[in-house]
Structure formats: structure tokens, C-alpha cells
């Protein structure tokens, strides 16, 4: 039977001169299967994923599945739907990870629906991690998937032309009664919420392995070319398969600064739990950036071993989905900060 829990509201807790918050870890052992992504969008994904996983599929098949969802969306932060970049065009990164430590990645892809599935193939087809640009659209080719209309959707080409009567590239903007990406990075709208580019899956399958998925169309407007933290093993996304397994959202640039899904493994091995070490890598980032953390959105998540998981993130705003088995129902969690 499937149940969906209300998302749990928390307060916020303070760090330095900013507001900072996450959401508590759970704390029930062993628990598996697990998944968890980013964002309230990750509680479809996370649908998918678990028909995988309470199967007793792997992991691995659970976070590709999943995140596909997102992908298929049409929405103007992931997939080919998704605002393009300051000359038009939308362009796709993905990355994938097992509990092998095999690791597959795509980057600067365009016209291909589903990157994530295209970084599986690197992975499994080829000697390297990374392929970019037209050579990523290439291998996508050879191995059978199809390359879609390169025309914007009806909402990305509306948006396009509005960026282009100014072509500002700032670094946040208010924006008032809408949710669409307009700047160069998440924007922050008035009431507070974040906008957001990406979404990160782990999970834990029966067996007690790991894997992840990480994919995005990248910040709305970005220069031609840009890259941020989503396609970067270590970066937006990093399993061990000892230890746990961590991915990233947010400003992809500062993502990278500090290897941050990495670092949250490293900080889980040594004995912190999903969600302080979580909280270490964002304090971590707040230190680098200093007054100027106030204008961006980092969110961190992380499950263990154990099957604990948490969280954790810049700003307010930041939310996530975890699904796991108990004795009697699949349950759907989400938190997000006041």
C-alpha cells in the first residue's frame, strides 16, 4: 500500500550570521531498501525508483529509473524542457555511480532525452567516465537513442525571449508570482522558496548496496559551455559502498570548490551521520564564501550504511523525498525549513 506523509516542517538553526537549516536524520537501523533525492519533485522519482527496489532490484537500475521521471517532465529546470543557455540552447548533464565504484558521465549533451541513461552506457560500454559535448552525442546515437527536436518548449522559448529584452547575468533575482528560472543561478522568490536545477538520487537496494544518479539541464541561462557540479564524480554525486553515498544541489561552482559529495562520504566514514556530516560540508562552503553565502543555495543529502539519512542546506527553502520499507507500508518523507 502506498502512503504519502506529509512534508515535516522544521525550524531553523542558527550558524554564523545566516540562517541555516536541515532536516533531522533518520535514525532507524538497517533500514533497507532506502531512497532518497532532492527536492519535493523527487517524491515521483522516488516512486519509480521503488518499483525497482521493492522488487529486490539493485540500486543501481532504481536511481537510473527514477531519475528518468524528472527528466521526462518538461519542466524548466531538468531535461530538454528546461531554459537553455544565453545562446538558446539546452544543453544536459548526468552522471551515475554503482557500488563498484564504476562510474559513468555525460556532459554538455544536447538533444538526447535521457542523459542519465546515456552516462549508464559510458559506464558500462566504455573505458572512461566522462564524455562531453558532440562526442557524448555521438556514443548516445550509436547505441540506439534517438535525437529529439532541438526547438524550445513553449515555456523555455517564453522565458528566453523575456531574459533577452535585458540579457542580465546576475547572480540572484526576486521575481514575483512565477517559478521559473530567469537568472544565472536558483533564484530565491519572495516568499522565500528556491528555485532549483537539478535532482539527486541515492539509494540502498535489499542487498545493502548503493548507487546514485545525479542530472540537470544546469543553471537557466549560463554561458555557453558552462559546466557545474552535477556531472563530476565526487562533486554532485560519490558512493562507497563501505561507507554511504551523497549528492549535491545548488550553486554547481561551490559545489566543486570543496569536492562536496565526496567530503560527505569521507565525513561519514569518519563516524558522523548523514546529516552532520551533511552539515559540515555546507559549513565548510559558508567559510570559502563568507558574507557572500547569503545570495546562494547549496543543499547536501546523504544515506549510510546503516540506512540512516539526512540532510542539509544554505538557505531556507531547500526540501527532499525518502522512501523506505517498514514492517507494513512504503512511506514517502519530505522536509523543508520554514
Not at 563498484?100 to 554538455?108: D, I, M, Q, Y
Not at 541515492?202 to 537557466?220: E, F, K, P, Y
Not at 560540508?281 to 564564501?289: F, G, N, Y
Amino acid at each position: 500500500m502506498l502512503h504519502r506523509r506529509r512534508f515535516l516542517q522544521l525550524g531553523s538553526l542558527g550558524l554564523g550570521a545566516f540562517s541555516f537549516a536541515g532536516s533531522t536524520a533518520g535514525k532507524a537501523a538497517a533500514r533497507k531498501p532506502i531512497v532518497i533525492s532532492t527536492w519535493d519533485a523527487g517524491i515521483e522519482a522516488n516512486k519509480a525508483a521503488w518499483k525497482v527496489l521493492r522488487s529486490g532490484g539493485r540500486a543501481l537500475d532504481a536511481v537510473e529509473q527514477g531519475v528518468m521521471i524528472t527528466e521526462a517532465s518538461q519542466n524548466c529546470c531538468v531535461g530538454l524542457g528546461a531554459n537553455p543557455d544565453r545562446d538558446g540552447y539546452v544543453t544536459l548533464d548526468s552522471c551515475i555511480m554503482d557500488e563498484k565504484a564504476n562510474c559513468g558521465s555525460v556532459a554538455f549533451l544536447e538533444r538526447i532525452k535521457h542523459p542519465v541513461s546515456v552516462a549508464r552506457r559510458v559506464m558500462e560500454k566504455t573505458p572512461h567516465v566522462m564524455l562531453v559535448g558532440s562526442g557524448a552525442q555521438q556514443f548516445a546515437i550509436e547505441e540506439g537513442f534517438p535525437l529529439e527536436p532541438s526547438k524550445l518548449s513553449e515555456e523555455a522559448e517564453r522565458d528566453y525571449q523575456n531574459w533577452l529584452k535585458k540579457s542580465e547575468y546576475k547572480p540572484v533575482i526576486n521575481i514575483e508570482n512565477t517559478k521559473k528560472q530567469t537568472a544565472f543561478v536558483p533564484i530565491k522568490y519572495d516568499n522565500g522558496e528556491w528555485n532549483h536545477d537539478t535532482i539527486g538520487m541515492v539509494a540502498m537496494d535489499a542487498a545493502g548496496n548503493l548507487s546514485g544518479s545525479c542530472t540537470t539541464s544546469g543553471m537557466g541561462f549560463k554561458m555557453r559551455g558552462r559546466l557545474g557540479d552535477s556531472p563530476i564524480i565526487g562533486a554532485g554525486l560519490f558512493v562507497d559502498n563501505e561507507v554511504g553515498a551523497a549528492t549535491a544541489t545548488g550553486q554547481g561552482e561551490d559545489v566543486i570548490r570543496i569536492c562536496g559529495s565526496h567530503l560527505v562520504v569521507e565525513l561519514m566514514r569518519q563516524g558522523l551521520s548523514p546529516e552532520a556530516a551533511c552539515k559540515k560540508a555546507v559549513e565548510r562552503i559558508i567559510k570559502i564564501k563568507g558574507d557572500a553565502a547569503k545570495d546562494i543555495q547549496v543543499g547536501f543529502i546523504a544515506i549510510n550504511k546503516q540506512g540512516e539519512y539526512g540532510g542539509y542546506c544554505i538557505q531556507k527553502g531547500f526540501n527532499f523525498a525518502v522512501c523506505y520499507a517498514d514492517d507494513k507500508n512504503f512511506m514517502v518523507e519530505g522536509r523543508f525549513v520554514l
